[in-house]
């Protein structure tokens, strides 16, 4: 596919993105009342990540990865602290502003792939066009090239419970892309699908990414997914270990593994 077949497409409605900075979370802070009492679940998480950049965050169960995730997406507010996708402040404002940010900004992969059970592949894939008042037939090119791409075409006609695992998050994969956002993420796309479909799900992902270049952040407990990213990040009781994150990946599966093992987590 070339780079952006349609580049008028994201420029639309948006802010002009800040020197390449797609994601920056400043001190964000998320609370939550447990027996009466305010807890941290995510504490000062301070990151950026770059236009293109491919990250992973690894951690413990429970140590706030879906929540910090949630938020970076806007689908939660942070009790305290700022995220900021694109140059647009998804802090802020009612849950309208973060929705309207998040359907031309953010692509989101579930672990349970939530496609429409009614639907077809090809109405899952294009349904976020169809939110934004766009018609898929406008960006025919581009849906047949996604498709291409991550292997789904002969699937489009069919419903979702036609398919396997590692089918049916290769056509999420294709739903959160077809936007063409800028940042994506991922809560553990690996996490229900075999180890041969995880980690072809996880190279196409890099390499759509790349084609796009898109900024992908990905949950996983998977040391080998984490290995095919250029930095890991480590959370631990809700707050980034800035000490032992990785960069300038891929790395091997055995170092992602020690520094798990060092960290104890
Ligand atoms: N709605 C909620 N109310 C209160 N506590 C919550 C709520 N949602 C999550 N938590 C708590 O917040 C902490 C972090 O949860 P979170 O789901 O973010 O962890 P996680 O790192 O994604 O775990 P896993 O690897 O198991 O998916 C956990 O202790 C969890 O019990
Ligand atoms: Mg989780």
Redesign the pocket.
Same mark, same amino acid.
């Given at each position: 596919m070339s780079s952006n077949p349609d580049p008028g497409a994201r420029a639309a409605g948006s802010a002009p993105s800040d020197g390449g900075a797609v994601l920056e979370a400043r001190s964000v802070f998320r609370l939550?009342?447990?027996d009466g009492r305010d807890?941290p679940?995510?504490r000062d998480v301070s990151f950026g990540l770059r236009r293109g950049e491919f990250a992973t965050i690894m951690?413990? !169960?429970? !140590?706030?990865? !879906?929540?910090?995730? %949630?938020l970076l997406a806007g689908l939660d507010r942070p009790s305290a602290g700022e995220v900021r996708v694109d140059g647009e402040d998804l802090s802020g404002g009612d849950e309208e502003h973060r929705a309207a940010i998040r359907r031309r900004k953010i692509g989101f992969i579930f672990?349970f792939f939530h496609l429409l059970p009614d639907l077809t592949v090809e109405e899952n894939i294009t349904l976020p066009l169809r939110i934004l008042g766009e018609s898929p037939r406008r960006h025919r090119e581009r849906v047949d090239s996604l498709c291409g791409l991550l292997g789904v075409e002969k699937l489009r006609a069919r419903q979702p419970a036609a398919l396997s695992g590692g089918e049916m998050q290769r056509v999420s994969i294709a739903r959160a892309l077809v936007t063409q956002p800028p940042l994506v993420l991922a809560?553990?796309p690996t996490g229900n699908l075999s180890s041969k479909a995880g980690e072809e799900v996880v190279a196409l992902l890099r390499d759509v990414c790349t084609e796009l270049q898109a900024t992908i952040l990905l949950?996983t %407990?998977n040391p080998r997914d984490a290995a095919a990213g250029d930095r890991v990040l480590f959370?631990h009781d809700?707050a980034l270990l800035h000490h032992a994150e990785l960069n300038g990946g891929p790395f091997d599966v055995a170092d992602v593994f020690h520094r798990l093992q060092e960290l104890g987590v």
């Open positions: 939550r009342q447990v807890l679940i995510v951690g413990p !169960s429970g !140590s706030g990865k !879906s929540t910090l995730l %949630h672990q809560d553990e949950v %407990h959370l809700g």
